[in-house]
């Protein structure tokens, strides 16, 4: 089960790779200062992930003008989130939780996913410029998507 709206969201210290070098991600960076949408996905280069992460940067400017900055997490490792990105060319922020310790966190990790070990679900949250959490899905299945109308609605209404 994910975290409840309402709760405070856990900060996080995550790396990320892209053209200028590996950095950190911290929810942390954006408190009092913007909201932030936290998408959690299984797997680089698979079908509904790449779906994802490429119609969210396609509108990407949506989310930016609903002030809130978006972070793509998976378990793969920043070196693979960063090939992915470019194959695709997934301009959003993606957050390496290679020991699986930020999706325990928010309550989204699967144990096993189709015996492929333990990766994180499908899931959204919208934390606030507080840090608090005031929006959690989970999808059913992996290949559903989270329903971006309700994040966006979420957002609009913190605006």
Not at 44 to 60: H, R, Y
Not at 63 to 68: E, I, M, S
Not at 82 to 108: C, F, M, P, R
Request: proline residues 4%.
């Amino acid at each position: 089960m994910p975290i409840a709206v309402g709760t405070k969201a856990p900060d996080f210290t995550l790396k990320s790779k892209n053209a200028s070098g590996v950095s950190e991600v911290k929810l942390s960076n954006n408190l009092g200062q913007k909201n932030t949408v936290i998408l959690f996905f299984p797997l680089a280069f698979t079908g509904t992930c790449t779906t994802e992460m490429c119609d969210v940067t396609a509108g990407l400017s949506a989310y930016a003008d609903l002030g809130a900055d978006v972070i793509g997490i998976s378990v793969d490792s920043p070196f693979a989130q960063e090939a992915w990105a470019n194959q695709h060319k997934i301009s959003i922020t993606l957050a390496s939780d290679l020991n699986k310790n930020t999706a325990k966190a928010y309550g989204v990790l699967l144990e096993d996913l189709l015996g492929f070990g333990s990766t994180s679900a499908r899931a959204a949250f919208v934390v606030d410029k507080d840090g608090v959490v005031q929006y959690a899905e989970q999808t059913p299945t992996p290949k559903d998507l989270p329903n971006f109308n309700a994040v966006k609605e979420v957002l609009a209404k913190l605006k």
